[in-house]
């Protein structure tokens, strides 16, 4: 054998002896740290799920955004949709993982203090749960269809009744992003204040229900581009004769019902006046109550960011996992209404009241029927259906308003 040949195939043989020397060496290292860490921890994870669920509901709530009764009633429904764990990690260890991941932010090297677990078993664990939850999105996020019934708050005898038709309203926010693409796209995450964000549509009924979420749209994106993209893609869907109510920053149409363009809109501005001035003509009026009831996704907006508060902490993950971490909290949020907050004795409407029977009569009543029969003439546009839909309602209304006014 030559021996220039030798002496390399020595230096070969001395690299990988190196390189797993090194590997050999952060193994043990790793497993000392490990080793202290668990010696540092005063219980388990399973012992510190136990223990929050037997203290009180309150402190539990801090910890996880939902009471002991509610987390039971969730880690029964992802065991029966395949969540399984395995070794010395529990269901419950593993739901508590996630739900502090997305509740209080905290990064995994936090969690694997808290439950006594290392970072990569905290990581692999909250992503099964994660996947497990994301399965519930079919039976908590469903759009309503055609024969939904009307909201108690828009019926007969009610201020709203003008808007029975409304299925609900809908908006975007922004959740803070870290776009893992090229330096070269990342601009296109930027919105209009500067900040890298993902801007998220959703659609919700008025008891707070997310029915539709669009997640992962780049922040620089129009909310009515997200729109139009959710209509073309199937992701929204309208049934005929009902709408959705918008914001002015949407185009008016037959199916997205906006309020008038250049009249006071806000709630703060009206709250300001007196309730005699409170309103000059028609359009005011019907902005008012048009915003009273757009307000119920800005709520839940605000419910969901203050519940999760990674949704305003959000950590560089991978991209797919941030657009994937808006819609499981949507799922749980949607969960939570579905099985009310026990301790605090809320009560929310099932939208399943067996009393809607005579939706087909209330229908001939509606303020939009005269024109329903338009509703397939395509001699007319969207803009000029929808404007006609909202002065029937803004009518309506002050008809109504004068009526009372005069008794």
Not at 101 to 117: P, S, Y
Not at 386 to 401: A, H, M, Q
């Amino acid at each position: 054998m030559p021996r220039m040949f030798d002496e390399e195939w020595q230096r070969k043989r001395q690299r990988k002896f190196e390189a797993a020397l090194w590997w050999y060496n952060a193994a043990v290292k790793c497993a000392l740290e490990w080793k202290d860490l668990r010696r540092d921890g005063k219980e388990t994870g399973d012992q510190r799920i136990r223990r929050h669920l037997k203290g009180h509901p309150a402190v539990f709530r801090n910890h996880y955004r939902l009471n002991p009764y509610n987390f039971r009633i969730l880690c029964d429904e992802l065991k029966a949709r395949g969540l399984e764990c395995t070794g010395d990690v529990t269901v419950e260890e593993c739901v508590g993982m996630f739900l502090q991941m997305i509740g209080q932010a905290d990064t995994m090297r936090i969690l694997a203090e808290n439950f006594q677990h290392s970072e990569e078993t905290v990581w692999r664990y909250t992503r099964r749960v994660m996947a497990a939850v994301l399965r519930m999105q079919r039976d908590y996020i469903k759009l309503p269809g055609p024969d939904a019934p009307i909201h108690p708050k828009l019926r007969e005898g009610t201020e709203y009744y003008a808007f029975k038709d409304a299925l609900g309203a809908i908006d975007g926010t922004h959740i803070n992003a870290f776009p893992d693409s090229h330096e070269d796209f990342k601009e296109r995450w930027r919105n209009r204040k500067g900040n890298m964000t993902q801007n998220v549509m959703a659609a919700v009924d008025f008891d707070g229900r997310f029915v539709a979420v669009l997640a992962g749209w780049e922040g620089s994106g129009h909310d009515s581009l997200v729109l139009r993209r959710a209509m073309e893609q199937g992701f929204l869907s309208v049934p005929e004769g009902r709408y959705y109510l918008v914001d002015s920053g949407y185009a008016n149409t037959h199916q997205f019902l906006s309020p008038y363009r250049g009249i006071t809109y806000h709630l703060a501005k009206f709250r300001q006046r007196r309730i005699e001035d409170r309103y000059e003509n028609g359009e005011e009026l019907f902005n008012h109550r048009h915003a009273q009831l757009r307000n119920v996704v800005e709520k839940a907006f605000g419910i969901l960011k203050g519940r999760f508060h990674l949704l305003k902490d959000m950590h560089a993950y991978n991209y797919d996992f941030q657009t994937d971490i808006v819609l499981a909290c949507c799922v749980i949020h949607n969960f939570l209404i579905r099985y009310p907050n026990l301790d605090a004795g809320t009560e929310e409407y099932s939208g399943d009241d067996s009393s809607d029977d005579d939706n087909g009569s209330d229908n001939h009543n509606s303020p939009t029927s005269g024109i329903q029969s338009m509703a397939g003439s395509s001699r007319r546009s969207d803009g000029e259906r929808g404007s006609e839909i909202r002065d029937k309602i803004r009518d309506l209304l002050w008809n109504s308003r004068c009526n009372d006014t005069q008794s």
